[in-house]
């Protein structure tokens, strides 16, 4: 009995991994969304807040991977589900494949960047063929686990001669079974895998961005300090940090991709890629930095930004009085919100394409995303960018304020210990202790370290000022770095604060990073030991 439960199992499970397989495949060939990534989009945008909250405090940026296993692993289980349920009655299973097709559709047909019913139809036509042909299959691999004899010797109540003799013969049996699960296994998982790689060959971005020509400057990262373990001054694009909504890097054509500008504006317009190039470029040094990096943590990152201003574009489509945000729009509809003034007191805010010498990496929003100096990137840096409306700050509210974010999102300013390293045991004498600080647009004044042993009051030790990196920008952070000397042997805390361009010195209350980023004095415990 429980041999037959989990071959019943198996089958349904076996026959949904086909119709997944299908729909990716199906997807990919028409330019739809896979159901999978479907799902998990719809529960990215429609999970309460504190959900958000606390997926992102345990995973952080696995949470993504985490999300499509998550959605994988749970359709799976409602195929074994429906083969366990369906080995009673093929109705019940007939209806679970249906259910699960009709579930598929309507998701797709969510997610679709379509909008027109054409596009609905190609959209729900992968989940509901790879339904199809997951039932065929769970048929299949029924009859393949199943004697011939059983029901049909039983109905007609014949002799235990006839019933023995018809016994023996079984259609197939169980290495039949095996070896029709093996073939379905097979074809789901070529399915699956052709489906990636025809999606991903779509549009091939990489030979895009190398076709391009970009006028950037001097990459160098002049007056940058030299110490193992420490933070570039300008960091890779291969190292920066990766934070968004997307689960998978949306893939842009640049003959198609148009950026329109709309809503409270005198001369609405949309430009080509061409068109974004031929306006005047500038280059910026500007540090980004996520809500979501809690203190001492690494979603920050500082980068050369090649780009058109974004006051620039505004004084082309001549913002309407009283249109007081600035919506972007992402190709996938996510959305950032700022304030209008922002764009227009001074500070380099750009339509950026260019990161650090070279076009910008798909992960990193290729072919234009915003920078805006000063504030988070969850109400200002739109990746894959499409749309730019101004709005009143009244009518809309972005992606994450419904979260339960702030709606203004100015960054706070911070410091961080690189080297040495937390819990490490380090050699009495010189210790060298160093970091990174950023705050924003405001730029980095100073920086201070003190270091106390663990069973003594903190105010007792003496702040040490660090030396700091030439100042790239104003809107870029410092490397610091501090030279203890005379360390004895001990256990020890050591603490940093920044104090920024305007004079203010970074609080030393702790506070989460939601709901509008994280306070507090980054700390760590090192050992002082011959």
């Known amino acids: 009995m429980r041999a037959r439960m989990i071959r019943d199992g198996l089958s349904g499970l076996i026959a949904v991994a086909l119709a997944l397989g299908i729909a990716e495949l199906i997807a990919a060939l028409t330019g739809a969304v896979a159901p999978i990534i479907a799902m998990g989009g719809l529960l990215i945008d429609n999970a309460p807040g504190w959900i958000t909250h606390l997926v992102i405090d345990a995973l952080g940026t696995k949470d993504k991977p985490a999300l499509i296993l998550f959605v994988t692993v749970a359709t799976l289980a409602a195929g074994a589900g429906i083969g366990i349920v369906g080995r009673s009655s093929d109705r019940r299973a007939q209806i679970g494949f249906i259910a699960l097709g009709v579930v598929g559709a309507i998701v797709a047909t969510i997610d679709t960047p379509a909008s027109t019913t054409q596009g609905s139809l190609v959209a729900a036509f992968g989940p509901i063929i790879?339904?199809?042909?997951?039932?065929?299959?769970?048929?299949?691999?029924?009859?393949?686990?199943?004697?011939?004899?059983?029901?049909?010797?039983?109905?007609?109540?014949?002799?235990?001669?006839?019933?023995?003799?018809?016994?023996?013969?079984?259609?197939?049996?169980?290495?039949?079974?095996?070896?029709?699960?093996?073939?379905?296994?097979?074809?789901?998982?070529?399915?699956?895998?052709?489906?990636?790689?025809?999606?991903?060959?779509?549009?091939?971005?990489?030979?895009?961005?190398?076709a391009l020509s970009l006028n950037a400057g001097d990459q160098s990262a002049k007056g940058a300090l030299d110490l193992d373990g420490l933070s570039p001054l300008i960091t890779p694009n291969k190292d920066f940090y990766r934070i968004d909504t997307s689960l998978v890097t949306p893939r842009i054509d640049l003959a198609k991709w148009r950026l329109k500008v709309s809503g409270m504006v005198e001369r609405p317009f949309e430009m080509t890629f061409d068109e974004l190039l031929g306006m005047p470029s500038r280059e910026e040094v500007i540090t980004l930095t996520c809500v979501s990096n809690e203190v001492g943590d690494d979603l920050v990152g500082n980068a050369r930004w090649l780009g058109v201003s974004l006051a620039d574009v505004l004084k082309k489509a001549g913002v309407r009085p009283g249109a007081t945000q600035i919506v972007g729009r992402s190709v996938d509809d996510f959305t950032v919100g700022f304030p209008t003034e922002v764009a227009l007191d001074g500070r380099p805010a750009l339509i950026a394409y260019g990161m650090n010498g070279e076009a910008l990496p798909g992960p990193h929003g290729f072919p234009a995303r915003l920078v805006v100096p000063g504030l988070y990137g969850y109400v200002s840096a739109t990746k894959w960018l499409t749309e730019i409306e101004l709005t009143t700050w009244e009518a809309f509210d972005a992606y994450w304020v419904p979260r339960g974010w702030s709606k203004t999102g100015p960054i706070k300013t911070q410091s961080r210990i690189d080297v040495p390293r937390d819990g490490r045991t380090v050699k009495p004498g010189r210790v060298a202790i160093a970091g990174v600080a950023w705050a924003g647009d405001r730029g980095i004044k100073q920086v201070e370290v003190r270091a106390y042993a663990r069973d003594t009051p903190p105010d007792a030790a003496t702040w040490m000022t660090g030396t700091l990196s030439e100042a790239l920008s104003g809107n870029a952070w410092r490397q610091w770095v501090v030279e203890w000397q005379g360390a004895q042997p001990g256990d020890y805390v050591v603490e940093v604060r920044a104090t920024d361009g305007k004079g203010e010195t970074q609080t030393n209350k702790r506070q989460r990073s939601d709901p509008d980023g994280a306070t507090g004095w980054h700390q760590i415990d090192i050992r002082v030991k011959a």
């Open 130 to 210: 790879g339904a199809t042909l997951g039932w065929q299959a769970y048929r299949l691999l029924r009859l393949a686990a199943t004697p011939e004899a059983a029901a049909s010797v039983e109905a007609a109540n014949v002799s235990e001669a006839t019933r023995a003799q018809s016994m023996t013969r079984r259609v197939p049996g169980r290495r039949a079974f095996l070896g029709f699960a093996t073939v379905t296994a097979g074809a789901s998982a070529a399915a699956f895998v052709g489906g990636r790689k025809i999606a991903g060959s779509s549009v091939d971005v990489d030979a895009q961005r190398e």
